[in-house]
């Protein structure tokens, strides 16, 4: 043996041996005295522990024991969840994809199955342990972080020159896509209050927010279906994310008042809730945005690769604007879409750092979002023709509000019959977005989980409706666009 060998084995020998040492003349110490407050502190433990299970009376008992008592621990349920979650998300985008849907609606599909409308009602036992009620809490929190994160990329995929150089389209048509869905919304509200809004909530607060669920189009998604359909820089294509982008904007303004509202308990508080918004969103604009390219520096922007401290100054901002956001009464990711929007444009900097925080997003947190809504939606409360019925009247209010307000707004303006219905069918999509909306009124206790199930069955189906009606549209062949000669013959 040579030297280093047994070097290591005199020093293994020493310290077992100190330890061993130690271990047996500790044995004989005294007990430590119990004080009242310790006594008090183990009964109480006593008290809510479990009961006590008798000793295994082998091995292998031993460790289907350890194996059971590890599975039930919460780390444990949430790194279960999150492979059931991650999975499920990736094999129903790639399926919704080959039959040319957008990915995101594969996911949106999979967290429905995955809650009470199908895993539940299928096997409730398995439902039980993937989902136990005690773990919902962490699910909720880590679905919320990944909802703002991706609204910071929202915010930085508005581009403000673009809306400039089209602002009299996409301000009229954009405005018009709202304003037609929300009176049809409001209007909806009056018939269905009594019977479908969550009891306790008044009727300003509902028909406020059954508006905005009908007015609501997703950005992300209508720029994923242009960008796959080749068409992000045809004239269709940029009008359709210039009305988006300031749809986006008002639709997101309108609903952070409906929440300041919502959540204030008299006309004083709401005021003072709206007067405090209109603070946050001005130090953000004028202080906050010119401020921000002196922080990161002209070095740091035109870097290829984002170093961490700019990855760690762009986390704080984010986090200092949905802290504000969430102290003022409004939703926190109201304040993340606005540090998104403030960012800077030099060099391609926002793209750059899109990147980075939407493949963490969308991967690992968002997934949980959509999961976290499937656990709420309980389409089995839909039992009777009225409920469908009903489910019904919502999706064709809402696309005709929407899809119809766009097209005749967009004639209207000069556009094409064909460009106006395509760019009425890309603003009806609502995807994502929409399932962010509707949970923040059921966390606010405005929609009951009924009317909640309702209005997800009508963003999946608007969202799944889109890419047919787009190829519908593009392949018909209007009057105003035949040439003389052919409508003649």
């Avoid at 089209?166 to 269905?192: D, E, M, N, Q, R």
């Avoid at 762009?314 to 109201?334: M, R, S």
């Avoid at 899809?403 to 005749?408: E, I, P, Q, V």
Wanted: proline share 4%; hydrophobic share 55%.
């Amino acid at each position: 043996m040579n030297r280093n060998a047994i070097f290591y084995l005199v020093v293994l020998l020493v310290v077992g041996g100190g330890i061993l040492g130690v271990i047996h003349l500790g044995a004989g110490l005294p007990a430590p005295a119990h004080t009242d407050a310790s006594l008090a502190a183990e009964a109480a433990r006593a008290a809510t522990a479990p009961a006590a299970v008798a000793p295994p009376s082998s091995a292998f008992g031993a460790m289907l024991a350890s194996l059971s008592a590890n599975l039930s621990h919460p780390l444990s349920h949430l790194f279960i969840q999150l492979l059931v979650i991650i999975a499920a998300s990736r094999v129903a985008g790639g399926l919704f994809t080959k039959f040319g849907q957008p990915a995101v609606m594969g996911e949106m599909m999979a967290g429905i199955l995955l809650g009470p409308s199908l895993l539940g009602w299928v096997s409730p036992e398995m439902f039980q342990f993937v989902f136990p009620a005690s773990s919902l809490g962490t699910l909720k929190l880590l679905s919320q972080i990944g909802v703002c994160l991706f609204m910071v990329t929202v915010g930085m995929e508005l581009d403000v020159r673009q809306v400039r150089n089209k602002a009299h389209t996409a301000v009229v048509v954009s405005h018009a896509s709202i304003v037609a869905p929300y009176f049809l919304g409001v209007v909806l509200a009056y018939f269905v209050y009594s019977s479908l809004a969550q009891p306790g909530t008044n009727f300003t607060a509902f028909a406020l927010f059954m508006g905005i669920s009908m007015s609501i189009t997703a950005f992300p998604v209508l720029a994923r279906i242009l960008q796959e359909r080749g068409m992000s820089r045809t004239y269709l294509g940029t009008t359709a994310v210039t009305c988006a982008a300031v749809d986006d904007v008002t639709a997101w303004s309108a609903l952070a008042f409906v929440v300041a509202i919502a959540g204030s308990t008299s006309v004083a508080g709401s005021a003072l809730n709206l007067a405090l918004v209109l603070v946050f969103i001005a130090v953000t604009i004028w202080g906050l945005r010119p401020l921000l390219p002196r922080l990161f520096g002209r070095e740091e922007l035109e870097r290829a690769d984002p170093s961490k401290r700019t990855l760690a100054i762009t986390i704080c901002a984010v986090l200092a604007c949905a802290l504000c956001t969430e102290l003022v009464g409004i939703h926190a990711l109201f304040g993340s879409f606005l540090a998104g929007a403030i960012m800077p444009t030099v060099a391609g900097f926002r793209h750059k750092l899109a990147v980075r925080i939407e493949n963490f997003s969308t991967v690992l947190l968002l997934p949980l979002f959509f999961a976290f809504t499937g656990l709420r939606t309980q389409i089995g409360l839909l039992n009777d023709l009225s409920g469908w019925l009903i489910c019904l009247a919502i999706i064709g209010v809402a696309t005709a509000g929407k899809l119809g307000g766009t097209a005749l707004t967009a004639r209207f303006t000069g556009m094409s019959w064909r460009d106006s219905l395509q760019l009425g069918a890309l603003m009806n999509t609502r995807g994502l977005m929409e399932l962010i909306a509707l949970n923040i009124g059921y966390d606010l206790g405005i929609l009951s989980p009924r009317i909640f199930a309702m209005l997800v069955i009508m963003a999946l189906v608007t969202t799944a409706m889109t890419g047919p009606l787009l190829t519908w549209f593009q392949r018909m062949r209007l009057r105003d666009e035949v040439p003389d000669h052919l409508v003649r013959s």
